[in-house]
């Protein structure tokens, strides 16, 4: 038994229900991906610079931030 063209266009909007759904879980796993990078470098990076200023445990993000401009 042949599908009918309704049946056919309905299996087609439900393909691009699907392949949409799929595009939207893509992106929101590419920008959790940046995220976790983006956090990656910043905490990488601030170890660096607490490694190389003296007592930098005691000093607020504002003594830093002078310190270093």
Not at 14 to 33: G, M, S, T
Not at 38 to 50: C, P, Q, S
Request: net charge positive; glycine share 2%; proline share 1%.
């Amino acid at each position: 038994m042949s599908k009918t063209r309704l049946d056919k266009i309905a299996s087609y909007e439900e393909q691009i229900a699907q392949l949409n759904n799929r595009k939207k879980q893509e992106i929101q796993k590419h920008k959790a991906d940046e995220r976790k990078a983006r956090t990656r470098r910043l905490i990488e990076r601030g170890a660096i610079v607490e490694s190389f200023i003296p007592n930098s445990e005691t000093l607020t993000g504002e003594q830093v931030k002078t310190l270093l401009q």
